[in-house]
């Protein structure tokens, strides 16, 4: 799998291969932080959620890892494939809104 | 696809003018969200609506206004269009419980001002 470091624009993996999209958040006082998937000319889709109780949280394909030390946020796609080529944001809840990171632009080669 | 809809999906309009996008939201869900999404930016939060109130805001100007139908859809307006209102308008709903929780958007309305 291919990992980086905090927030690269753009990911390029191939078909098969880990994905691994970082993330760094600015309020310590978030609790909730989710992951969107957005493609091209459509609305985010909800991949997976954490809240700050957690470090870790898994889902299918995916998973979610926490670091309130350092605030950061990771997530993990297993195996990726042609269609999990996107936009993927992460973003923080405090309160009412959620806060978006930058997004991270992945393209699966096949 | 979330349950969520948006209309219209593309407007064009001319500046000074005023805009009205409506959202339904998603069956069992109580609260909409707005936000807008300039090309290659994330989502900026520009209000919810809860119980047809205003219940969190963000840093967006008095022109754009918003409301909340007994049937929990909402509309966004927008007046005295400026050109950098150019963007996607996303609606998210949830159902509020006390504290965040997920927020499932819409397609989006793109809007262009000329």
């Known amino acids: 799998g291919e990992s980086v470091g905090l927030h690269l624009p753009t990911l390029s993996v191939q078909e098969g291969d880990n994905s691994i999209i970082n993330c760094a958040y600015s309020n310590s006082a978030s609790d909730y932080f989710i992951w969107y998937k957005q493609e091209s000319g459509k609305g985010p889709q909800f991949i997976i959620d954490i809240r700050s109780n957690m470090d870790k949280r898994q889902g299918q394909r995916v998973t979610v890892l926490l670091n309130k030390t350092v605030k950061h946020l990771s997530l993990q796609i297993a195996a990726t494939q042609p269609g999990d080529s996107a936009v993927y944001f992460c973003a923080e809840g405090a309160g009412t809104a959620l806060i978006f990171g930058k997004g991270t632009t992945l393209s699966v080669s096949s | 696809e979330t349950g969520v809809t948006q209309s219209p999906t593309h407007l064009i309009k001319t500046r000074g003018q005023q805009v009205t996008l409506r959202c339904s939201s998603q069956?069992?869900?109580?609260?909409v969200s707005w936000y807008q999404q300039a090309l290659g930016q994330g989502p900026q939060f520009i209000f919810q609506y809860y119980r047809e109130e205003e219940n969190g805001r963000g840093n967006f100007p008095p022109r754009f206004s918003g409301l909340q139908f007994p049937n929990y859809s909402s509309e966004l307006n927008v007046n005295a269009l400026e050109l950098d209102d150019s963007a996607l308008y996303l609606c998210a709903s949830s159902f509020y419980g006390g504290s965040t929780d997920t927020q499932y958007f819409g397609p989006g309305t793109r809007l262009t001002v000329l």
């Open positions: 069956s069992g869900h109580n609260t």
